[in-house]
C-alpha cells in the first residue's frame, strides 16, 4: 500500500501562483509514475500532468502546458506542482495518484493509490 497525502492548496488570485505537495509513504517501491488530477464541481476528474518516478520524463494536458511544473524529489518521497499564471477555470480539487505501471499515465484507470484532495481556488 501506499499512502498519499496533498498539500499547498488555498485561495488565490488569476495571474498568481501555487505550490502543491505530495508526500508519499509505505511501499514506494512498488511506484513507477505518478500524477496530479483535478475535479471541479460537477465535472469528471481530469488528467493535469505526469511524471515518471525513476528518469523524471513529464507529459501536461494542453490546459495547463506552460504554466504549471510537475516534478519530485526521490529522496524525500515528495510529488510537487508548481501552478503558475493561475487562471479561474482551474479551481478544482487537486488529487496526487501513484501508479505501478511503467510509463506516463494519463487515465484515472491506470492509478492505484490517491491522495485526499486539496482544494484551490481562483478568485479575485
Known amino acids: 500500500q501506499v499512502h498519499l497525502v496533498e498539500s499547498g492548496g488555498g485561495l488565490v488570485q488569476p495571474g498568481g501562483s501555487l505550490r502543491l505537495s505530495c508526500a508519499a509513504s509505505g511501499s514506494i517501491i512498488s511506484i513507477n509514475s505518478m500524477g496530479w488530477f483535478r475535479q471541479a464541481p460537477g465535472k469528471e476528474r481530469e488528467f493535469v500532468a505526469a511524471?515518471?518516478?525513476?528518469?523524471?520524463?513529464?507529459y501536461y494536458a494542453d490546459s495547463v502546458k506552460g504554466r504549471f511544473t510537475i516534478s519530485r524529489d526521490n529522496a524525500k518521497n515528495t510529488l510537487y506542482l508548481q501552478m503558475n499564471s493561475l487562471k479561474p477555470e482551474d479551481t478544482a480539487v487537486h488529487y496526487c495518484?501513484?501508479?505501478?505501471?511503467?510509463?506516463?499515465?494519463?487515465?484515472?484507470?491506470?492509478?492505484?493509490?490517491w491522495g485526499q484532495g486539496t482544494q484551490v481556488t481562483v478568485s479575485s
Open positions: 495518484a501513484a501508479s505501478r505501471f511503467y510509463g506516463l499515465q494519463i487515465s484515472t484507470r491506470h492509478y492505484d493509490f
Open positions: 511524471v515518471d518516478w525513476a528518469g523524471g520524463s513529464t
